[in-house]
């Protein structure tokens, strides 16, 4: 399994980039997709989740602002990113869970600044 993320880089604050996840090695429409992010000095932490059905989730501190969508046809997972703030800065990940295993992409890193 391999997950290839992109779309980071320097955001303005209140912006509204998307993040991108494509994965291959997986049947992928079963999985249920996640994307964590990891700010400078802290801990690694779920943003959102799709499971397969396309119910999502969200953690207390986007919800509202982002949306996590995915394409089984592309095999792709989105985060799409409004309103960012200052504190969204950080590597985001996409993660899916198979066979026991944690696959996790390289990691964007996207930067709120002005």
């Known amino acids: 399994v391999q997950l290839q993320a992109s779309g980071g880089g320097l955001v303005q604050p209140g912006g509204s980039p998307r993040l991108s996840c494509k994965a291959s090695?997986?049947?992928?429409?079963?999985?249920?997709m996640d994307w964590y992010r990891q700010a400078p000095g802290k801990q690694r932490d779920l943003v959102a989740t799709?499971?397969?059905?396309?119910?999502?989730n969200y953690s207390d501190s986007v919800k509202g602002r982002f949306a996590i969508t995915r394409d089984n046809a592309w095999r792709t997972v989105y985060l799409q990113m409004n309103s960012l703030k200052p504190e969204d800065t950080a590597v985001y990940y996409c993660?899916?869970?198979?066979?026991?295993?944690?696959?996790w992409g390289q990691g964007t890193l996207v930067t709120v600044s002005s």
């Open positions: 993660h899916l869970f198979e066979r026991s295993t944690d696959f």
């Open positions: 090695g997986t049947s992928f429409k079963f999985n249920t």
């Open positions: 799709i499971t397969s059905s396309g119910a999502t």
